[in-house]
């Protein structure tokens, strides 16, 4: 028996006996197979239907003398799976959904196809057809086959050829022997497996992508695209300047480059996480201060302040003061003792702010501590608020800018309670404002 298998749009919906060729179609993909009778005249197939030899899918009709075809769907126990549906039909069965609609064609076939001499030629091919249908495979638009190429190159097409197409995003095996040759579609290849498998132009070289573009694989085709940090103007890819579109990339500068930026802090400074600045302590890694000086750090650079800064007629004690002895006569209008402190602040830094605090270190009884800026608040940029009997706060009240220095004298004086003591400390504060906000 010879069978053909085409693809076709069909609107009938009927069943006809299996005596004429009938068509099977369902509804989101369709599929015509064409069986045709057994014929009378005396080919090999009827030699060996004679002979009571029928191929797969057929049994010897003893009434007829001929062999007919066997009912799968009715001798092979739930034969579809999945809620899927058997249809019959020469040679073999197939599984459809059970919205399926079989459509009748009465179509004759074009042309005749005389099998090769003896029966092993109609065999190979009426084998071929039918374990094609039994598998169940069903059609849908992903490769293409015949009959001659399922079976071998000896095989006769004819009218016999068919067609099965699935869903390229889903290629399958086409179930038959690993010998067998598939046609896949465009994008798609035969695998070891006989599975039409995915071609990645991207890897074999064979997209037609430009230079400066970028290959991307899709299933069964590839698509060209531009790299990160570029954009696409006609057909070529030009740098994005990610240094135009935000002022807030970077806290000091973007610096544009192909395909990216990147964010530079000025000197004395290092970049963070990628995009931010901190400032490089110079006292712990290198410095050229002398061995009679001290370093002192601050936000984008750093100073070198002598060790001893107590000039006469003060001297230098232990605790690191400058005091100026009783006993010189020079140190009775001048304070008892100061103190040298070094601080940093940002430029540019928010107020109202508390910046400093001061605190006496030695209390004397029943005597009253009273706080004030002796020297270096000229413009008014300080306020000094006693917090306590024996402490203040220094607030800065206007915002100062950098790079800059700022000397404030911060004076505590303390008298007796019945006015038989009188007597001065300094906190000397210099205050260094740093050239950036961060």
Known sequence: MLKALFLTMLTLALVKSQDTEE????TDKIITISEYPAVETRSPLILAAMCKQCTDGYEWDPVRQQCKDIDECDIVPDACKGG????????GYLCLPKTAQIIVNNE????????????????????????????GVLP?????????????????????????????ADPQRIPSNPSHRIQCAAGYEQSEHNVCQDIDECTAGTHNCRADQVCINLRGSFACQCPPGYQKRGEQCVDIDECRTSSYLCQYQCV?????????????????????CQDINECETTNECREDEMCWNYHGGFRCYP??????PYILTPENRCVCPVSNAMCRELPQSIVYKYMSIRS???????????????????????????????????????????????????????????????????????????????????????????
């Open 348 to 438: 540019d830094r928010s107020v109202p702010s508390d910046i400093f605090q001061i605190q006496a270190t030695t209390i004397y009884a029943n005597t009253i501590n009273t706080f004030r800026i002796k020297s270096g608040n000229e413009n008014g940029e300080f306020y000094l608020r006693q917090t306590s009997p024996v402490s203040a706060m220094l607030v800065l009240v206007k915002s100062l800018s950098g790079p800059r220095e700022h000397i404030v004298d911060l004076e505590m004086l303390t008298v007796s309670s019945i006015g038989t003591f009188r007597t001065s400390s300094v906190l000397r504060l210099t205050i260094i404002v740093g050239p950036f906000s961060f």
């Open 307 to 312: 060790r001893n800064p107590c000039q006469d």
């Open 23 to 26: 068509t099977i179609t369902y």
């Open 256 to 276: 544009n480059e192909p395909g990216k930026f990147s964010c530079m802090c000025p000197q004395g400074y290092q970049v963070v996480r990628s995009r931010t």
């Open 108 to 135: 004759q076939p074009q042309q005749e196809t005389q099998p090769a001499e003896g029966t092993s030629g109609a065999t190979t091919g009426v084998v071929a057809a039918s374990s094609m249908a039994t598998s």
């Open 140 to 168: 849908g638009g992903g490769f293409v086959a015949s009959a001659a190429a399922v079976a071998g190159p000896e095989m006769q097409t004819g009218r016999n050829n068919f067609v099965i197409r699935r869903n390229p």
């Open 84 to 91: 899927m549906k058997c249809v019959n039909h020469y040679g």
